[in-house]
DNA sequence: TGTCCGCGGGTGT
DNA sequence: ACACCCGCGGACA
């Protein structure tokens, strides 16, 4: 409940506020980048918690597969988010 | 393509 | 300290 959040916490969410924008990683990639490539799906729990919601892009974040997988506002919003950033940035770039 | 098991950590009890 | 939960991933059927 505390705004403190532990080391592995704070390894997802910094990892994840690296991820430029219009790109797109997978949870393992994530849990690989903290040390723990098996922890895929406490990556997830963390990001599901989210504390820092505005702050860290989860929507970023997908399966290993390249799925959506899951998205605490609903997988459509993300779907739309990242088609939405990578149009933003194509746009920008093409412009 | 669909289902099951396993890994890692969080939160709640 | 134990049990259940979660936005996965990979293997097996």
Redesign the pocket.
């Known amino acids: 409940?505390?705004n403190n959040?532990?080391?592995?916490?704070w390894s997802v969410l910094t990892a994840?506020q690296k991820i430029p924008f219009g790109e797109t990683r997978?949870?393992?990639?994530v849990?690989g980048k903290i040390g723990?490539?098996?922890?895929?799906?406490?990556?997830?729990?963390?990001?599901?918690?989210?504390?820092y919601?505005p702050t860290?892009p989860?929507?970023?974040?997908?399966?290993?597969?390249g799925?959506?997988?899951?998205?605490?506002?609903g997988?459509r919003l993300?779907k739309f988010l990242l088609n939405m950033e990578k149009e933003s940035l194509n746009h920008f770039c093409k412009k």
């Open positions: 409940m505390q959040l532990t080391d592995f916490q994840i997978s949870y393992q990639w849990a723990k490539p098996k922890a895929a799906r406490a990556v997830g729990q963390a990001l599901n918690k989210n504390p919601a860290i989860c929507h970023r974040v997908v399966c290993a597969d799925s959506l997988g899951g998205y605490a506002g997988s993300k």
